[in-house]
């Protein structure tokens, strides 16, 4: 609650929070909201402009840029967000065991994250896709594959820190099952954290897929993508820029907004940067 609080009470914060909302919204309820079919070929209104009919003009096969825009939220945004929280659900679970336990079992597990970081995110991605093939479902699994490391090793760091705790200690020294102990004391305040690094990885997968996509590796036509419509658009980008503007716009809002709410929400969840705000706001006012 005090975090929603944070939230709503900071102007920026609570703006980004509405677009997320509003985004996640449309993507779900986009057959409703879409004013037209985001795969019907019109070829008589080829990059035809801006109408009462068509808000955002069409596009080269004569689709309406505004209905495949809708409809881009769903791979951009949605099934981004259910790899990520696939990938963190992955992370968390190893870099718990390996964080309480410790150990051989926490070397073990760190050495498997090492060797998966030792290769740059990138170029893991573009291998993995390259024997994958390209495709939505395919650039998710690469995501997934190349990120659970990552957050592996920064919730064990948490783990191990809250593991020394003293009422874990007690927990232990009275017979209480780890299992038990880890549900019970250490998820509650590692969940902070974990909500911090997965909302700040969120909009470096939505530009990845968007990258992706406009080099032809990522989602696939007819299915409609922000980044696949960037590369669309491509050839008309100096006679008719605002075909590119519309899909480059909307990943620009739609990542400043997830990296806003991210900043909120770290200076929320960690006192000591509340504490730092609140100074220089008082600074601001005298």
């Avoid at 070929?41 to 955002?56: D, G, H």
């Avoid at 004569?62 to 809708?70: E, T």
């Avoid at 009422?167 to 020294?173: C, Q, T």
Wanted: glycine share 6%; proline share 4%; hydrophobic share 55%.
């Amino acid at each position: 609650m005090k975090v929603l609080k944070h939230v709503i009470n900071d102007k920026l914060a609570a703006v980004s929070l509405s677009v997320i909302v509003a985004t996640v919204g449309a993507g779900i309820f986009a057959p409703l909201i879409a004013p037209h079919d985001p795969n019907e070929v019109n070829m008589e209104l080829r990059f035809a402009a801006l109408s009462w009919e068509y808000l955002l003009g069409n596009d080269h096969l004569g689709r309406c840029i505004l209905s495949r825009l809708i409809y881009g939220i769903r791979p951009s945004v949605l099934w981004v967000f259910i790899a990520l929280v696939l990938s963190v659900l992955i992370g968390a679970v190893v870099g718990f065991i390996a964080g309480y336990f410790r150990g051989k079992t926490d070397a073990l597990l760190m050495r498997m994250c090492d060797v998966m970081l030792s290769f740059p995110g990138y170029v893991m991605t573009l291998a993995l896709v390259g024997m994958l093939g390209a495709g939505l479902e395919n650039i998710l699994i690469a995501f997934i594959l190349t990120k659970w490391a990552w957050f592996a090793r920064v919730i064990r760091t948490s783990v191990m820190q809250y593991a020394e705790s003293e009422y874990v200690k007690f927990s232990k020294a009275t017979g209480v099952s780890d299992i038990k102990i880890m549900y019970k004391h250490i998820v509650p305040v590692a969940l902070p954290d974990i909500a911090v690094i997965s909302s700040s990885s969120f909009s470096t997968m939505i530009l990845q897929i968007s990258g992706f996509s406009f080099l032809g590796l990522g989602v696939q036509a007819p299915t409609a993508e922000w980044g696949m419509m960037l590369n669309e658009a491509r050839e008309v980008m100096f006679s008719r820029p605002e075909f590119m503007l519309a899909p480059g716009l909307t990943i620009i809002i739609v990542v400043s907004a997830v990296n806003f709410l991210s900043d909120a929400l770290q200076v929320a969840l960690d006192p000591k940067l509340m504490t730092s705000k609140r100074k220089l706001q008082g600074k601001e006012v005298a």
